[in-house]
């Protein structure tokens, strides 16, 4: 009964010191990113601000209506003498003047120029637009990055560990053999070194792997206490006790390659946003040079006016009016702004031009540098399947006293190296393929 006790609380304190899981899937990482982000948050809220700029110009086709009210004193009431027989002077209003009344105003035409003005404006809320997506794509490829960043270096621990662990087991197997006199103290030196050195590569490779979750997390908005992270460990390496982890990270798996060959895409929203920007610019000039031509409105009042006349007292006034304004000169303001948008659009135009070139030369050397990679990558695991291979006869060789441990070492260090040439080809294919989705994006 009570061996039963011990086990149970032996068992129970394990899983209370246990260290906690967190969990690294792509797909949900971008979802909570695209929520947290203040940069693609700001973003739409710019996009909105477009949006309420361009509403704002349409309330020009709409009547609009006012109140107005005016006081005034003046210090000369201006007069008329009446002639003969009458001969007396008369006033023709009163020191104090007010006024007070509903106006009513309507554009009948500007002969285009707020339309071209609410074009222009949506232009410009489109290209805020396209920003947003932008945006978008910005923090999925950083994202995406991150998380192939991840993937690599889970990989390299596991490949460490499993160096270091053949290299403490080859220095226990050197200390057996040294106490029994058949191997040399030099040995025993050299594989005591080369557990050592395994050992201090895989604390280094587990720090870089702490920074990047430190990343994800920064993107995702992630929290957890920073003491979590000071020894993580992959999912599948957490049940290391010895390793004493901190965190365990389970990292889902690489997404499945692309198979057909990326073509540049008209519709990325870098090339949207240039192409709305440089619209906006087209229609300001249009606008301008509409401005050039009379403004008709119509209007209407009624108000309370103060005096009539000469006597003291108010009256009720109705008026009817159409008002016409033209320019005539302005100091070539107006022809100046018109030459700024002329040059803004066709310096829009070259931009976008030149960003599709841009694009297009990446796609075809990003479609050629994976083709390239395929084929690295499968004489990279032959590589490594041969050199594991070698390794294993190498030290077989070295028991049997046909070689010396400095070969053991380099058969050793020659199956990491091939493993890490592996991992980096696979990670620099992720990365090219991540690339590729960003300069294909929609």
């Known amino acids: 009964m009570k061996k039963i006790i011990v086990l149970l ?9 246990a260290a906690p899981l967190m969990q690294i899937d792509l797909s949900k990482g971008l979802a909570e990113s695209f929520v947290y982000s203040k ?4 973003k739409e809220a710019e996009y909105q601000a477009a949006l309420e700029r361009a509403r704002s110009l349409r309330s020009n086709y709409f009547p ?13 009431v201006p007069s008329m003498t009446l002639p003969a027989p009458i001969n007396r002077t008369v006033e023709l209003g009163q020191e104090t003047n007010y006024s007070a009344g509903v106006n009513i105003q309507y554009l009948l035409t500007d002969f285009g120029q707020t339309t071209k003005s609410i074009k222009s404006a949506n232009e410009e809320a489109l290209a805020q637009k396209a920003q947003h997506e932008l945006s978008k794509e910005d923090l999925s490829l950083n994202l995406k990055n991150i998380f192939y960043k991840l993937r690599f270096q889970t990989s390299q621990l596991r490949s460490l560990l499993n160096a270091w662990n053949l290299a403490s087991e080859q220095q226990k197997d050197m200390e057996r053999r040294f106490r029994s006199g058949t ?5 025993l030196l050299n594989a005591t070194k080369e557990s050592l050195n395994f050992k201090l590569k895989f604390l280094q490779m587990q720090r870089e792997f702490s920074s990047t979750l430190q990343d994800w997390m920064t993107l995702t908005g992630e929290k957890l206490y920073s003491d979590k992270l000071f020894r993580p460990l992959p999912h599948e390496l957490g049940e290391r006790v010895d390793l004493e982890p901190t965190l365990v990270v389970k990292v889902s ?3 499945a390659a692309q198979n057909s060959k990326v073509e540049l895409n008209k519709e990325h929203p870098a090339l949207l946003q240039l192409e709305h920007l440089k619209l906006a610019q087209e229609f300001k000039g249009d606008a301008t040079f509409r401005s050039y031509f009379p403004k008709i409105s119509l209007g209407a009042r009624s108000s309370i006016e103060y ?12 008026a009817f009016f159409i008002n016409l304004t033209m320019p005539l000169w302005d100091g070539g303001k107006r022809s100046g702004q018109g030459g700024s948008f002329d040059e803004t659009q066709r310096a829009l135009s070259l931009q976008k031009k030149h960003m599709e070139d841009e694009f297009e030369n990446n796609l075809n050397r990003l479609n050629n540098v994976i083709s390239q990679l395929k084929d ?8 490594g399947k041969e050199a594991e291979a070698l390794a294993k006869l190498t ?6 006293g046909r070689s010396n441990y400095i070969e053991v070492q380099s058969a050793n260090l020659k199956v990491l190296d091939w493993k890490t040439q592996t991992d980096s080809l696979k990670y620099a294919y992720s990365l090219a393929e991540a690339q590729m989705a960003y300069l294909g994006a929609k």
């Open 9 to 17: 609380l032996a068992i129970y304190s394990t899983s209370l010191w």
């Open 307 to 318: 005096p009539l006349g000469g006597k003291n007292e108010s009256y009720h006034q109705n």
């Open 64 to 76: 609009s209506v006012f109140v107005d009210g005016q006081y005034k004193k003046v210090s000369t």
């Open 253 to 255: 798996d690489f997404e």
């Open 376 to 383: 690295e990558i499968k004489v990279a695991e032959e590589g």
């Open 395 to 400: 030290y077989q060789s070295y028991v049997n």
């Open 39 to 42: 940069k693609v948050e700001s």
């Open 183 to 187: 191997s040399s103290r030099l040995d």
